[in-house]
Antibody, heavy 118, light 106 residues
Framework: EVQLVESGGGLVQPGGSLRLSCAAS????????MHWVRQAPGKGLVWVSR????????TYADSVKGRFTISRDNAKNTVYLQMNSLRAEDTAVYYC???????????WGQGTMVTVSS | SYELTQPPSVSVSPGQTASITCSGD??????AYWYQQKPGQSPVVVIY???KRPSGIPERFSGSKSGNTATLTISGTQAMDEADYYC?????????FGGGTKLTVL
């Protein structure tokens, strides 16, 4: 079964750090770009970051540039999102997603909730 | 920064046709994608590359584009189609989502 499973979310204080993981299974992970997309409570989808298949190229939304780092371990079929200097406005469900069958995001994880609050 | 504009809400009666628009500068030069998201669930792509339908998506879902406006059309709308719908496009090397449209079937 093709699957993405996120983990690592939780409650963190403003200014703190958190690392999210997304474990892939059921497809050849090392061939595909991987993305993170977030959704604040009651709000819309917002793209966060992407990484190419071998990890040599990354792109970030302006809102997280310099604070978040995306990386991947193809041996572990896992993509990560290191989040530093967290702010209240980073509170959201974080999804990993990939364009595996087309150039759309056709595989999504179930999401992991990150809450930034004191 | 690039923006995609969607109406916040659309209402449709069961069996009727629902149309959700998405507009953006030079969207005519880009592909549009559409996602359906039901409460508590992850998004699902229903249209890619303006008008292509992924395997498993019902034929009542279709996509089109005219100028800088993309349209998702749901023909013979069913109660199960009630959801939030998001359009998406690429702007240079970043991804942009529209603000989302809540489709109410009543």
């Amino acid at each position: 079964e093709v699957q993405l499973v996120e983990s690592g979310g939780g409650l963190v204080q403003p200014g703190g750090s958190l690392r999210l993981s997304c474990a892939a299974s059921g497809f050849t992970f090392s061939r595909y770009w991987m993305h993170w997309v977030r959704q604040a409570p009651g709000k819309g989808l917002v793209w966060v970051s992407r990484i190419n298949s071998d990890g040599s190229s990354t792109t970030y939304a302006d809102s997280v540039k310099g604070r978040f780092t995306i990386s991947r371990d193809n041996a572990k079929n896992t993509v990560y999102l290191q989040m530093n200097s967290l702010r209240a406005e980073d509170t959201a469900v974080y999804y990993c997603a990939t364009p595996a069958y087309s150039d759309a995001f056709d595989i999504w994880g179930q999401g992991t909730m990150v809450t930034v609050s004191s | 920064s690039y923006e995609l504009t969607q109406p916040p809400s659309v209402s449709v009666s069961p069996g009727q046709t629902a149309s959700i628009t998405c507009s953006g500068d030079k969207l005519g030069d880009k592909y549009a994608y559409w996602y359906q998201q039901k409460p508590g669930q992850s998004p699902v792509v229903v249209i890619y590359q303006d008008s292509k339908r992924p395997s498993g998506i019902p034929e009542r879902f279709s996509g089109s584009k005219s100028g800088n406006t993309a349209t998702l059309t749901i023909s013979g709308t069913q109660a199960m189609d009630e959801a939030d719908y998001y359009c998406q496009a690429w702007d240079s090397s970043t991804v942009v989502f529209g603000g989302g449209t809540k489709l109410t079937v009543l």
